[in-house]
């Protein structure tokens, strides 16, 4: 079970260089190699980078800049010879033996993709409410792989090993995708009898972005990536995915209420209801502030993930043809 570990990276020096030393103790273990696809660091990355190539690591300036591009050319590269292709993503954090129960699981169920699930923490004010709010069914919707679920075959998770094998029969991830690449993949992974198997032996911890701003422009990201994925294969979006899609048009409605007061009330009653709800986890775990701002993230989560999900309905992204 030979392993190559991918890490698409942008400017990630706050997480780069610890991870990299994690990682490189279990490539050490297991006979691994691990490459790094960076887009075009400018942060300092690119010198904890070169600190560490050499040996078992190695990286690559990835010209696409998107992780999808970044792990495909990473796979084309260094894939041959590796049984196993393992994810890890930088802005996050994986404990010490993540690897060995990663690749345990998948030789114990025979799967051919395992992926975790996923918690999120926050080591600001604002990191930590918007982690509240992503760890809680108002951020998250009842998600497997973000409500910690675990020990069974799923239809999808948050990526982490796959056999090389598939991922190439299957045509590698859609370039297209900037996000929501990970959900595209796994539909055609099922599609083509492949199984995938969420672990419940080990999980990885997620860091959300700081700003209110790069957290609107992440969530823009994925409600256009769901969109594209549904379009792609003509599928129907969940309950849980169905509703944020009119948050957007609901606080557009908004704009009225000086023509009458009442296209305000469904927006007016849409805020309430998160902050209350984020006040009600606030205060829950002693930090009254942090849950209203936890409410007023998934505002700025929800109406993003809407309007990135409406963007892609009205301008379709084109897309690189892989198997349906």
């Known amino acids: 079970m030979r392993c190559l570990i991918v890490v698409p990276c942008l ?16 490539a050490a273990r297991l006979d691994a190699r691990i490459v790094v696809a960076d887009g075009g660091s400018t942060d300092g990355t690119l010198d ?32 041959d010879g590796f049984d196993w292709l393992m994810r890890i993503d930088a802005h996050g954090d994986y404990p010490d033996d993540f690897v060995d129960s990663v690749l345990a699981d998948a030789e114990a169920t025979g799967a051919d993709s395992v992926v975790v699930a996923m918690v999120t923490q926050g080591k600001g004010t604002r ?3 918007a982690a509240l709010a992503q760890n809680s069914r108002l951020g998250n919707g009842g998600s497997a ?6 020990g069974a075959f799923v239809d999808h998770g948050h990526h982490a090993a796959m056999r090389i094998s598939a991922f190439r029969a299957v045509g590698g991830y859609d370039e297209s995708f900037s996000h929501n690449e990970d959900a595209e993949l796994d539909h055609r992974l099922r599609a083509a009898g492949y199984r995938i198997w969420m672990t419940d ?3 990885m911890t997620y860091y959300p972005r700081a700003s209110l701003r790069a957290l609107a422009r992440q969530y823009f990201g994925y409600g256009r990536g769901r969109a594209m994925n549904l379009m792609k294969h003509r599928g129907r979006p969940r309950l849980r995915q169905l509703v ?13 209420a000086p023509v009458a007061w009442v296209f305000a009330l469904p927006a007016l009653c849409y805020l309430l209801l998160c902050i209350g709800y984020g006040a009600a986890l ?12 936890a409410g007023l993230s998934a505002v700025i989560m929800h109406a993003a993930w809407s309007a990135g999900f409406w963007a892609a309905l009205v301008r379709p992204a084109r897309r690189r043809e892989v198997p349906a």
């Not at 400017?11 to 279990?26: K, S």
């Not at 948050?247 to 908004?254: C, F, I, Q, R, Y």
């Open 244 to 256: 944020p899609v009119f948050v957007a048009p609901v606080l557009a409605m908004a704009l009225l």
């Open 11 to 26: 400017n990630e020096q706050a997480h780069i260089g610890p991870l990299l030393d994690r990682l490189d103790a279990a």
């Open 282 to 293: 606030g205060f829950r775990q002693g930090r009254p502030g942090e849950g209203v701002l």
């Open 127 to 129: 990191q930590r409410a």
């Open 201 to 203: 032996r080990t999980r």
């Open 145 to 150: 792989h973000r409500a910690g679920g675990g």
């Open 48 to 79: 904890s980078l070169q600190a560490r190539a050499g040996g078992r690591i190695a990286f690559f300036h990835n010209a696409r800049r998107i992780q999808s591009a970044g792990i495909n050319e990473a796979v084309a590269r260094y894939g």
